[in-house]
Each structure stands twice: as C-alpha cells, then as structure tokens.
C-alpha cells in the first residue's frame, strides 16, 4: 500500500539544458593523462593517414596531373611558400571574420533578449528572422557592395548577416526553456520580468547562447569568404576568398589547397576560443561542460 | 461518501481545521473549470488551520495540485472563494528546483534576495535555515555536488528562511528513494516542532500522509473531488518524545486505501 519509489535515480542532477544540444569540445583529461591522450588522439590521426595514403594513391595511381588535384606531397611541398604569401590575406579574412562574428553575437543575443522579453517583439520579428536565414546570402552581396562598396566593410556584413541567425535562434530557445518551477518560483516571490531574465533566464540559457557561438564562429568565416568572392580585392587588401578566386583561375592548384587549410584554421580558431570560453564560464555547474569521463 | 459533487459538506466537523484559533487557508465551495469544460475540481470546502499539518492524498489527476496552486495564489477558483490569511508563504516543488549555478548559501537567500530583503538578514536567516537541516558544512557547495536527498533539503531550507507561516509543499519528497524519503519526513516534522509552521502536504502516499498529517484529506477523481477528511486517531506531537499509536495509523492507512479504492 505504501507507495513505491517511481524514481530509480534520484540522485542524477537535473541540470538546466541537459536536453538541449551537446557540444562536442574536447574532454579534459584528469586520469592516466597519458594514455589518455593516446586514446583520443590516436583514431583521429589513423583516418587522416589513411585519407592521405588513398588520396596520393588515387593521384599516382591514375596519373592526374597537378593542376586537376595535387597529391599531399604537392600540397605540403607548396606550404613553404605559400605560407608568407598567405599571412596578409588570412589576417584579412580574420578581421572581417572576427568582427562580424562579434556583432552578429552582439546583436543576436539582444535580439534574442527582446523576442523573449516581449511575445509581440518574438511575433513581430520571428518571420524577418528566418526571412533574412532563408535568403541566399551571395545573392546579397553584390547588393552590399552596391551600397557599402567592394572591401573589408561589406565582408564584414555579410559575415554578420550569416551568423546572426544561429545566435538569435539558440539564445531564444535557451531563455524560453527555462525551467517552470523556478519561473514559479521567481514570480511568487514578486521578481520583476527584467530581474528574472538577467537572474534566471540569462544563465540558464548560456549553454544553448554558446551552441548558437559555436555555430556561428563557422558561418562568419564563410560569410567573409562568400563576400571576398563577390568584392574582390577592393580597397587593395584581399582576403583568403579573393587568393581563392585567382589561384583558381590560374590553375594554382597546390596553392589553392593551401588558402583553403587556412581559411579553416581561421574558422578553427574562432572555434576553439569559443568553445574554451565556454568552459571557463559554465565548467563548475553544468554537465555538458564536464569532462567526459565523470 | 463517493459519487455525490459536494462530499465534503461544509459544517462536518472534519472540515474544520482542529487548531481552530487561525485560520491559514480557507477553500469555501471552491470549484474549478478549465477553458475546454474540463472540470478539475468539484466543489471544494477545507480549512487550513495555523499550525496544523494537512497532508492530502490521492491518485493523479484528482486535483491536488489545483488546490495546492489556489492556496498559493498562483490559480484562481472558477466559483466560490478561497481565504487566503496569509502572505507568508512558502512552496516547495517536487524537484529541487535550484540555480545550478549559485552555491547552497546563495539558493538559500534566492526568495528573500528577489524579496528585497537588506544582505545582512537574509544571510543570517539563510544561515540559520541551513544549520536547521544539517546543510552548514556544504553552504559554499554548488547543487551538483549534492546528493538528491541534499538538494531537496536546501529547497527546504529555502523555504525556512523566509520564515513562513504557510508551506506549501507538492509532492516534494516524491523523486527521492524510500530510505531518504522516509529521513526527509521525519526531518519536516522536527522542522515544523521547532517553527510551528502549518503545513498544506501534497503526496500520493498514503503512508506518508497518515504519518505527517494531523488531518488527511482523500480525493478522489472524475472530477475532482474531496473524498473524505480524517482525522489522525494519533497526529504528530509537539513533543519529540511523544509515542505515535503505530497501530491505529496503519488502521488509518489501510481505511484511505479501502476508501481510494471504491471513491
């Protein structure tokens, strides 16, 4: 008669977010760093060999010259060189890349704030939002460069304009899921809507604000790329996109490759810092920041 | 007893809360439709009194939880009118419910802090709170490193600190295992000796209704419904050392489960 326990693991921490997205950061290692780190890192580099080893054989193997697709033996060969011709344009890209990040945070996180402050703002808004998602963001650009001309500033909106999105979309999500006993909670104890969104609210979404950085930390990259492509060398500093564009025409192919790798370290970079601040910020109280073997 | 809208006619004697002098809560003819016809509630008299223990118990969907949210101020009656005497009130959820990111201390302030209580008292009634329930040693902690029978004792203690004269509690040791649950029973009645606070307690155990309360409310669903209200032939004493009559409450016990089985 007397009821059983329905609960068989009541001792399992019900952490905000723990249903949203996991984000796929590195674990820290704590125990037996050595093997370890053997354990992570060794898979990984035995598909990169292999990759390597089909790649050069498909290239060896049918004979295909140089300027269809190098081989990695080319493309490493032509890395000495490349390199120095690459830092200017890299830190091109970067800066576009970078600062359109950081507005597109700035401006999708208080989106975001408003649309879930306000239901007539998130109804207001919602639809220009995914509008602006939908439409082709290269099909914009050469507008922009109509309006803000060929250089640093248009890559730069373009940048933003891709990876606004993500923010707004995660940040929301985060800030409507909270919790309802704990909204309860706030408001029977007579809290303010703007004392419950930056007690409440605000934190318990940051795992999702910083999926919504992860995402657009890749996105921004490829806004600033996709803006190069269409303005060119504009104002005379090209970026990774525009050493693409020409390597391509000129059959440059190991070059080509090499730009390329470097336009994703610019985008791994963004990545990683990203995904470090979010460690430092949420590692003491939330799972999905926890190394992976607790 | 089962079948008829108004079971528990007003003016029976169980009704009434036995404390009498004041009364906390008072649910008169108390109904409650949703917007889709949905009758949660059929109509409903109960008292609170100061003081007294009231643990209500019944299956899912019986509207407990309705009646917990009325007390509270969260949910308004369709008809009739419920009382409230007080605004020191304090509700428990079944979950914790914590920041996850704030230590045990700072969750401890949580209700007085949004209350605007000045820093110095609500520490001091925070701390107080938390050496009531045996949480002073893990005050720095944060709510992960806690176990759950923990968790929900610093959700208690959260509820002390403002001093309530009122807690409302739904379903609050449910998530737990049998073992805590039972500790965490026997720690709210000490805590209500010491605070001498009354208490609405939601569960749908019929054991740990009949070993809290001092009157237990049965409800019956389809709709909503108070079945009976029984008196505890043994309620808990304000005296710790004071002998519970084993016997008459497993009496009680089997008597609500005979009474759930049939309302």
Known sequence: MSTTTQHQ?????????????????????????????????????????????????????????????????????????????????????MQEAYLGFALAAAVGFLVALVMARWNVAERGLYPYMVLLQTIPIIAVAPLLVVWLGAGTATNTVVAAMIAVFPVAANTLTGLKSTDRNLVQLYSMAGAGKTFEMFSLRVPYALPFVFTGLRIAAGSSVIGAIVGEFVAGIGGGRGGLGYVITTDATQLLMPQLFCAVLAASLVSLVLFGLMTLAERLLLQRWHDSALPNDE | MSGSTTTAAAGSASTRSSAGTADLVVFDGVTKTYGNGFTALAPVDLTIGAGEVLSVVGPSGCGKTTLLRMAAGLSSATTGTVHRATERTSYVFQDPTLLAWRSVQANTELVARIRGVPRAERRRAATEALDLVGLSHVAGSLPRELSGGMKMRVSLARALASDPELMLMDEPFAALDEFTRDRLSDELLRLWRERGFGVMFITHSIREAVKIGHRVVVMAKGPGRVATVVDSPSPPSADPAARRDEAALDALAREIAATLATA
């Open chain 1, 9 to 93: 693991d009541p001792v399992t921490p019900s952490t905000p977010g723990s249903a949203g997205p996991a984000p796929g950061g590195t674990p820290q290692v704590t125990r037996r760093p050595r093997r370890d780190l053997r354990r992570k890192l060794l898979p990984p580099f035995v598909a990169l060999v292999l990759v390597l080893g089909l790649w050069q054989g498909l290239v060896s193997g049918f004979g295909l010259p140089t300027y269809l697709l190098p081989g990695p033996g080319a493309v490493i060969g032509a890395v000495g060189e490349a390199v120095p011709a690459l830092v200017e344009p890299a830190l091109v890209t």
